[in-house]
């Protein structure tokens, strides 16, 4: 095997080893996940809502996670920009349903607002009502 293949291999197991990969396992292991930093306002108004719909959502905390939370921040952001291009997005709240990214907060109320944001929650298996 030569070098050039070494390398090209060796940045294809970086990219499924680093924080793309980590984020996609951590917003796939329970049907709700938020990602949020526990000073932020608007990822409290995202967890209230869904605690007040009856989803217990697995939160992440990203400023209790060091360097780690600083790498998933910068992830979702490029992820959240590229759902949304003509949005300014914040990188949190980072909400995904069902291993599939929702939005911020503007989506996800949006979604609550029009009606789609329970419908999603029952397909994910959030909510059984």
């Excluded at 930093?37 to 400023?63: A, F, I, N, Q």
């Excluded at 914040?90 to 329970?118: D, T």
Aim: hydrophobic share 45%; glycine share 14%.
């Amino acid at each position: 095997m030569g070098m050039v293949e070494e390398e090209a291999e060796g940045m294809v197991m970086m990219k499924r080893s680093g924080p793309y990969e980590r984020v996609a396992r951590m917003a796939s292991g329970n049907a709700v996940v938020v990602f949020s930093v526990s000073g932020c306002c608007m990822c409290h108004v995202v967890k209230r809502l869904l605690l007040g719909l009856g989803v217990g959502p697995t939160v992440y905390e990203l400023d209790q996670l060091g360097k780690g939370g600083r790498e998933i921040q910068a992830v979702l952001s490029h992820l959240l920009s590229a759902a949304s291009p003509s949005v300014s997005a914040a990188a949190v709240p980072a909400v995904f349903v069902g291993g599939q990214l929702l939005g911020g907060v503007e989506k996800v109320m949006s979604c609550h607002i029009n009606g789609s944001l329970v419908p999603l929650l029952k397909q994910a298996g959030a909510l059984w009502l």
